[in-house]
């Protein structure tokens, strides 16, 4: 039986962790002053696109893959997983992690490039400088444009896991880069899971100590990411029972994933205006 991981902390300081949660702390540079409406292809199933995107995963394995290993130190299990349930994946997913990192959605692309991936991102990275490579690699805008767009936004998304499409969500929010807690979940990946009747596939970030490498650029640890088994939702619940209860269990399930214990957890699992805990 092997070893389970030891849990380390990189307990890093020099991040301005903000304070609630979900807030984001990275200055986005540039802004194009683009307005995602209820226009805006959130589903595009277009040749021209998926063309593009089938071109772009080739470059992603020949050469951004191998230097996300290197990168990150970057080590994935739980790859047992997708084999053992590749017939319900096949026919579309949601994927949960914590967001740690500015390459984390990166290595689950890896971790997963049998599928052509998706992510749900901050509208103003899809409007800053850097929107051209996030739209590339399936960069879908949550919009701040108004009822509408949010409409046309969601809709979008459910036509993506309809068409049997893969989709990532950062259920805490925001990146907070090297931060070991799990924050608070919000409910939308369960929603949409539910809703479209798709499994939620769990995916665990967690830190080792840093290696030969990692010190040599001055990063403090190398990165693991484990993943789960799909996640369901309690039918005998009703509708927003059964989003309340998978979110909590979807949240239970990546603290585990990422080798917290449930006495170690600091936050709750449902989002509240939850404000950041200062635990060092």
Known sequence: MKKAQPYFDPKVTKYPYPEYTDQHYLVVKKDNGFVFDKDYPYFDN?????????RNKLILRTMVFPLTRMYMGL?????KNLKDYKVELSQGFVTVSNHVHLWDYIAIMKALKKYMMNVLVWAPNMRGSNRKMVYAVGGIPVPDSGMSASIAFQKGIEDLLNHKGHVQIYAEGSMWEYYAPIRPFKTGAAYFAIKTHKP?????????????????????????????KPLYPDVSLSGKEQEIELTKRLHATICKLSNIKPEDNIYPDLFDDSKKINYY
Request: charged residues 35%; aromatic residues 10%; without cysteine.
């Open 46 to 54: 277009s040749k021209k696109y998926r063309n593009k995107r089938k």
């Open 75 to 79: 080590k994935i299990k739980g790859k």
């Open 200 to 228: 939620i596939l769990p995916i665990g970030f967690s830190y080792r100590k840093p290696g030969l490498i990692a010190k040599i650029f001055h990063r403090p640890a190398d990165i693991t990411l484990t993943i789960g």
